[in-house]
Each structure stands twice: as structure tokens, then as C-alpha cells.
């Protein structure tokens, strides 16, 4: 039942904050271009982010990303919420904004309401991610593994606070569990 009721309140408070947001990228903030999607499918570790309710007591968070029947991406978010000790998912949908070859997308978890999925840094080899929402209180480090070299992940943290976002405020992301 609590699990259930959960459930419930990360749905109502994603909705809350999705109806809130816009699909725009935050001022100054600009996507990646030549993006390959098909490149970017698959699994994204959660190494840090900005905190917001929907996420908040959640640990070894991952993203999968996966083509959809009618082009667009389907998400399913995932992470551990230690106090229920069970895992939590919620299954989304994306699209492209501008285009196919630029990185920015508009997200759903529920019905017609989207927010920003903004990438405005990623490696040559779709290695790491740097995520950003509507806004910069929205950001999200990501990985194709669970952990970064300490050297990759202060090189990357760099880029984000050059960047605009409040890095001291960054929440990092425990992923020693098994992710199955």
C-alpha cells in the first residue's frame, strides 16, 4: 500500500512539475547539433543531478531509451527508493523539438504535458551527457556506466557550472546496486 501511495504522490508531483515546465532550452544554453539519435538509444546512468521531488530518496537511477512505433523515444526512468526498499520506474515518451539532428527533445510522463530534455554536451563516442531542463534548476549528469573517473567527472562537472548551474548543489548519484 505504501508503495503504492508512493507511486502515486512521484506521479502527481511529476505532473505538477512537467505542467510547469516548457519545452524551450533554458537561455544560453544551447543543444548539441549533429546528434544521432540511434547512437544516443540505450541505457544512460544517473551519476548527478540538481534535486527536484520527483527524484528525491532515489538511488541507482538509470534512463533507457528506446525507439518508438511512431518515431518518437520511449523513456523509462529507474531508481531504488531505499525507504520503501523497492525499485520505482516511470514510463515516458520524447520527441524531437527542432529536428532530428539537434539535441533537444520535449518529454512527457503524462498526457500532453512535456518539459525540456535539453543535451547541451555529449562526447563524440555517446559516452557522457549533460542534461539540461527548462530551466537550470533542472540538470542531470549522465554516463553509459554506473561510475566516471574522478578526472572525467570534475571535467564534466566544470562544464556545467561554466555553464550557469549550481554544481555545489549537485547530488551524487549512489549506483552500487544490481541494476536487474
Given at each position: 500500500m505504501?508503495?503504492?501511495?508512493?507511486?502515486?504522490l512521484?506521479?502527481?508531483?511529476?505532473?505538477?512539475?512537467?505542467?510547469?515546465?516548457?519545452?524551450?532550452?533554458?537561455?544560453?544554453?544551447?543543444?548539441?547539433?549533429?546528434?544521432?539519435?540511434?547512437?544516443?538509444?540505450?541505457?544512460?546512468?544517473?551519476?548527478?543531478?540538481?534535486?527536484?521531488?520527483?527524484?528525491?530518496g532515489?538511488?541507482?537511477?538509470?534512463?533507457?531509451?528506446?525507439?518508438?512505433?511512431d518515431?518518437?523515444?520511449?523513456?523509462?526512468?529507474?531508481?531504488?527508493?531505499?525507504?520503501?526498499?523497492a525499485w520505482q520506474?516511470?514510463?515516458?515518451?520524447?520527441?524531437f523539438?527542432?529536428?532530428?539532428?539537434?539535441?533537444?527533445?520535449?518529454?512527457?510522463?503524462?498526457?500532453?504535458?512535456?518539459?525540456?530534455?535539453?543535451?547541451?554536451?555529449?562526447?563524440?563516442?555517446?559516452?557522457?551527457?549533460?542534461?539540461?531542463?527548462?530551466?537550470?534548476?533542472?540538470?542531470?549528469?549522465?554516463?553509459?556506466?554506473?561510475?566516471?573517473?574522478?578526472?572525467?567527472?570534475?571535467?564534466?562537472?566544470?562544464?556545467?557550472?561554466?555553464?550557469?548551474?549550481?554544481?555545489e548543489?549537485?547530488?551524487?548519484?549512489?549506483?552500487?546496486l544490481?541494476?536487474?
Amino acid at each position: 500500500m505504501l508503495r503504492r501511495l508512493r507511486y502515486f504522490l512521484f506521479a502527481v508531483v511529476s505532473l505538477t512539475s512537467l505542467t510547469a515546465c516548457s519545452v524551450s532550452a533554458p537561455k544560453g544554453i544551447q543543444p548539441v547539433t549533429q546528434f544521432e539519435l540511434t547512437d544516443y538509444l540505450g541505457t544512460w546512468y544517473e551519476i548527478a543531478r540538481l534535486d527536484h521531488s520527483f527524484e528525491q530518496g532515489l538511488s541507482n537511477v538509470t534512463a533507457q531509451y528506446s525507439l518508438r512505433e511512431d518515431g518518437g523515444v520511449k523513456v523509462i526512468n529507474r531508481g531504488y527508493a531505499k525507504e520503501e526498499q523497492a525499485w520505482q520506474e516511470a514510463e515516458g515518451k520524447a520527441y524531437f523539438v527542432q529536428d532530428s539532428a539537434t539535441g533537444h527533445l520535449k518529454v512527457s510522463f503524462f498526457g500532453p504535458f512535456y518539459g525540456a530534455y535539453v543535451i547541451f554536451n555529449l562526447d563524440q563516442a555517446y559516452q557522457y551527457s549533460l542534461v539540461s531542463g527548462p530551466d537550470r534548476s533542472y540538470f542531470w549528469l549522465l554516463s553509459r556506466t554506473p561510475s566516471l573517473t574522478p578526472e572525467k567527472q570534475a571535467e564534466l562537472i566544470a562544464k556545467a557550472k561554466a555553464a550557469g548551474f549550481a554544481t555545489e548543489q549537485l547530488i551524487f548519484v549512489d549506483q552500487t546496486l544490481n541494476h536487474e
